[in-house]
C-alpha cells in the first residue's frame, strides 16, 4: 500500500550527490534562537532520532489546530457576544506552538549531533514545515475571529495564500541558486505567535477589540505584518537572491521558463480555488472556512514537496500536479450548477481525496528514501544486513 515509487531513479541518484546548502541571516534566529536551540539539544538523548522530533513538533500543531476547530469552528468565538474560547486553551496554544517551533529548530542540531543527517531528514522537515503553514495560520486566526473587530474569512484566505507562496519562494530560490536562503518572516511569526497566545489568556480577546492608534485596530497590524513582511521582505530578496545567481553566472535554470516552472502548478491550484470560492452558489468560503483552508493548505503541500524533492536531487520540476485533476473537476460541477444544494459533500469528498494523496505520497517517498539510504525513519537503529 505504501511502497509506490514516486520518486525516481534519476532523482535517487541525485539524492546521493546532495549536500546541505542554506544561509541564516535572520539576527532573531542568529542571536537568540539559536544559542537557546543548542542548549536544549543537549538535553535530548542521543537515542532520538531527528525525524522524531521534526513529527513530534508538527503533531502539535495539528493538536493545536484541532483544539481550536473545537472550540471555535466558524471563527465566531472572539466575537462580542459569543462564548469565548477558555484562557486554558490560549495558554496550552501558546505552549504547544512554541515547543513545535523548537522541536523544528533542534531536530537538524540533534541529526549533526548524532551523525545521522540524511537528505532524507531535510525533506521530511521542509516537507512537514509546507504542511504546517496551514495550521499554525488558520489557529491564530481564533485570536481576532470574523467579528466587527477581526477580518473576513476571505481575507484570511488571501492571506494564507500569502504565507503559501511565501514558503515555496524559499524552495524556488533553491531550485535556482542551489542555496536554501532562510526566511527572516518564519521565526519572527512563530515567536510572535506564542507571546500573543499568552497574552491572550491574560487579557482576553477583549483587548484586540479597541484601536491602537486612531482607527487603526489589532487586526489592521496583523495583516499589515503579514503582507509587508512578505511584498517588502520575503518577495524582493527572494528575486534579489536569483537575479544575483544570474548576473554571477551561478543559476542552475537557463531559461526563464525553465526558471519559473515550479509556479505553474500553483498558480494554477490558486486560480481554481479563487474561481470556486467566487463563484459558488453555496458560498463555501462563508459556510465553511476551516474546511476550505486545509484542503488548500493540503494541496499546496503536496505541490511543495514535489518541488522540494526535484530542488534537492537536481532534477526538473514537472509543470503539473495530478492534484489539480480532481479539483478542476469539482470546480467545473460547481460552475456548471449540477451540484446545486450538493456543494458541501463535494467539498468533503475532495478533502479526503487530496489529503489521503498527499498523505500516501509523503509515506511512500519516506520509505522509499529510507529503504534507499539504508536506515530507519524513526530510529537511529541501522537496518538488519541480512
Known sequence: ?????????????????????AVDTNPLSVYVMHPFWNSVVKILPTWLAPNLLTFSGFVLLVLNFCMLA?????????????????????????????????????????????????????????????????????????????GEAGVSVFTLFLILWVVLFSFILSHWEKYNTGILFLPWGYDLSQVTISIVYIITSIVGVEAWYGPIFLKFQYRDLFTTMILSCAFIITFPVSLYNVFKAYRSGTLKQHSFYEAMLPFISPLMLFGLCMLWVYTSPYDVIEKHPRIVYFLVGTAFSNITCKLIVCQMSNTRCQPLSCLLLPLAVGVIFVISGVLQDKEYYLLIILTIVITAAHIHYGVCVVNQLSKHFNIYAFSLKKPSTE
Open 1 to 21: 500500500m505504501f511502497s509506490y515509487g514516486y520518486v525516481t531513479e534519476e532523482q535517487l541518484a541525485g539524492f546521493d550527490k546532495y549536500k546541505y546548502s
Open 70 to 146: 473545537y472550540f471555535d469552528y466558524d471563527f465566531y468565538a472572539s466575537g462580542e457576544g459569543y462564548q469565548h474560547v477558555p484562557s486554558w486553551v490560549w495558554v496550552l496554544a501558546g505552549f504547544l506552538n512554541f515547543t513545535a517551533y523548537t522541536l523544528d529548530g533542534v531536530d537538524g542540531k540533534q541529526a549533526r549531533r548524532t551523525n545521522s543527517s540524511t537528505p532524507l531528514g531535510e525533506l521530511f522537515d521542509h516537507g512537514l514545515d509546507s504542511w504546517a503553514c496551514i495550521f499554525f495560520v488558520v489557529t491564530v486566526y481564533s485570536i481576532f475571529g470574523r
